[in-house]
Nanobody
Framework: QVQLVESGGGLVQPGASLRLSCAAS????????MGWYRQAPGKQRELVAT???????NYATSVKGRFTISWDNAENTVYLQMDSLKPEDTAVYYC?????????WGQGTQVTVSS
């Protein structure tokens, strides 16, 4: 089992920055990839960014150039640096760890971008 705890969400104005953190614990060895997903009210959960154990990254088109995902292997923590936030980035952000065909989810953290 892998436990994931997200933090760093909040209410910010458009154009501001936030950094989300996701700390993994438990049997976190052999995790192949980690990622951030988000779900806005009334919408399906969507991929934001992923990173593999070899540091390969992938971003949704809507966040490319504004968000940066990184993985501190020593701390078993993945980060999502979010810059130039827009109101449409408002959502609950979830962290996911993947090991083989098994995925583990965190409880989510709310990000609200509003003036």
């Amino acid at each position: 089992q892998v436990q994931l705890v997200e933090s760093g969400g909040g209410l910010v104005q458009p154009g501001a920055s936030l950094r989300l953190s996701c700390a993994a614990s438990g049997s976190s060895f052999s995790i192949y990839s980690m990622g951030w997903y988000r779900q806005a009210p009334g919408k399906q959960r969507e991929l934001v960014a992923t990173i593999t154990s070899s540091s390969a990254t992938n971003y949704a088109t809507s966040v490319k150039g504004r968000f940066t995902i990184s993985w501190d292997n020593a701390e078993n923590t993945v980060y999502l640096q979010m810059d130039s936030l827009k109101p449409e980035d408002t959502a609950v952000y979830y962290c996911k760890a993947s090991r083989g065909s098994v995925g583990y989810w965190g409880q989510g953290t709310q990000v609200t971008v509003s003036s």
